[in-house]
């Protein structure tokens, strides 16, 4: 299982970053998304990695995220707080919180809950 939390906003994104956003319902700034992903949603994620912050997510942080944030009517969807301690949003991992995280994705998650 993969999350990819969005961390930039609309502003100066081109049409078809914008158009990724809304196939993977990333619409707006802080929410989440976790999936199993198929051939085309990788190239998705891999279009969009830029202006995201993804990785592997744990089962115990998944159970968390659907206790405090999660909603019957879209179960893989969810809507974070910024977390607490700030980020630095202009620069890519491990200095930045932009990119693939690997594991350290449930860290970033357990801050924004």
Same mark, same amino acid.
């Given at each position: 299982?993969?999350?990819?939390?969005? /961390?930039?906003?609309? &502003?100066?994104?081109?049409?078809?970053?914008? +158009? =990724?956003?809304?196939? $993977? @319902?990333?619409? #707006?700034?802080?929410?989440?998304?976790?999936?199993?992903?198929?051939?085309?949603?990788?190239?998705?994620?891999?279009? /969009?990695?830029?202006? &995201?912050?993804?990785?592997?997510?744990?089962? +115990? =942080?998944?159970?968390? $995220? @659907?206790?405090? #944030?999660?909603?019957?009517?879209?179960?893989?969807?969810?809507?974070?707080?910024?977390?607490?301690?700030?980020?630095?949003?202009?620069?890519?991992?491990?200095?930045?919180?932009?990119?693939?995280?690997?594991?350290?994705?449930?860290?970033?998650?357990?801050?924004?809950?």
């Amino acid at each position: 299982m993969i999350a990819v939390i969005r /961390i930039t906003g609309d &502003v100066d994104l081109s049409k078809d970053i914008r +158009e =990724t956003f809304n196939r $993977l @319902k990333l619409r #707006r700034k802080y929410s989440c998304i976790v999936l199993n992903p198929n051939k085309e949603q990788e190239g998705m994620i891999e279009k /969009i990695k830029n202006f &995201v912050a993804f990785g592997d997510i744990k089962d +115990e =942080t998944l159970k968390k $995220l @659907k206790e405090k #944030r999660g909603k019957k009517d879209n179960p893989g969807f969810f809507r974070l707080h910024p977390p607490i301690g700030g980020i630095k949003t202009k620069m890519h991992f491990p200095k930045g919180v932009l990119g693939n995280h690997g594991n350290k994705i449930n860290e970033l998650i357990e801050r924004m809950l």
